[in-house]
């Protein structure tokens, strides 16, 4: 990893300029590591602030295969929750629906990582490689695209630097600037509800069990971390989300320990409770001539099932095969041609989640009995038969859709 900042003359020609180190971004980086092809990523923050977050989130069996095929699960794994059980529930309802490792033949059914253990361990990762470069703090603030390149402007402290690259990718998030400079639509919307996150530390001896509790009000995610604590993600209307996060520390936890059941024992806050607005949003188009969107810059999820996240690193592993097969044919990588392979992998797959997790937050944030009835029933089907119980782990655990190649011997 090297830093462009002290060495400007090195600014000039990339074959992929990635705008955005956060994980996807990183992630896409890491995998390129030995490709051949030279690499700069550009990140608007310091690099440790970028690493700082301590937010935790679901992290798929498929995720952790690809990690384990870049050669850097090693360095995540002994920081991290493991869960062995995923409980479903639907508020008080007495029907909870069990998944185990049986179901799979899997050691565990998902992970939980926070992500300054993961950015971190891929920063290490990508360290001293030759070719990929890092500019750290800088901030892209204008691309112009061109039949064989696209030239990017990058603010450092003030300062414009200019660089020119094949292939440009957007790595920057939900607000993507990129995706905003190449006038990509999206279609999605807002939901009526925020999510309160945050971290407790509790007294009981469970640590293998991830729990998705459904409430008329919104989803409850709770995913174990090492040390007895939990990650919490808790979904609420917008105004009482805000209430939530302003409560007193004592009356929060009563709140959550109605909202758990006491199953947790006694609780501390550990840290803040953070509160995002969530949207659905799926871009209309993943890539145009030397340009392509990754992770949440081409789409965003609601949190339940924990899927966000999952999506953008798959989308990196995707992405990256593509590029290295067409680089190694002698392709030109920003060809349209070759990035509407990466389009059409993922682009309906992507779909099919963010319409899975619309379905479950909207069937079940509801009390209308008709509906209520229905999703009795199929909570009850979904324990009970074995193909949907199936069926509904693989597309939780990442084990449905093309697999990327680098996941495939893990
Ligand atoms: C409450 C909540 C809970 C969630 N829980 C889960 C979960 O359990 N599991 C899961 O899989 N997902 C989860 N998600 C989703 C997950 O947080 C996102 O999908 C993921 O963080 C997106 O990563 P990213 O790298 O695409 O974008 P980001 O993490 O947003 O990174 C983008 C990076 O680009 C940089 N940047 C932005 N603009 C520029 C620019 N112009 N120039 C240079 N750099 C720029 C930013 O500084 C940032 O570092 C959750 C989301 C929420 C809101």
Redo the contacts with the bound molecule.
Sequence with gaps: MTSETQDNQALTNYDIAI???????VTLAAILKNSGLKVII????PLEV?AART??????LLSSRIYEGIGVWKDIVPHIGKFKNIRLSDSDFSQIVKFETTDLNTNYLGY?AQ?NVVLTALQKYIVDCPNIHWLCP????DVEYQDDLAQVT?KIQDKKHFLKAKLVIG????????RSLAKITTRGWKYWQS?V?FTIKHTAAQNETAFERFWSTGPM?V?PLPGNRC?I?WTNPHERAKKLQALEEQDFIKELDYYIQGSLGDLKLVGDR?V?P?QLMQCDHYVQSRLAL????AH?CH?VG???????IRDAASLAQILITAHNQGQDIGSLSVLKEYEAWRKRENLAILGFTDFLDRFFSNNWLPIVVVRRLGLWLMGNLQPLKIFALKLMTGLKGKTPVLAQNN
């Design positions: 705008a955005g180190g956060g994980i996807v971004g550009i990140e608007a923050k970028a937010q935790a989130y679901a992290f798929s939980v992500h800088g901030e892209v603030t990058v790595a920057d998030g939900a607000r993507s600037h990129i999510c996150a995610g995913l990650q993600v953070v995002f969530v990754i992770g949440d810059a965003c949190p924990g899927q966000g996240l999952n999506l953008g």
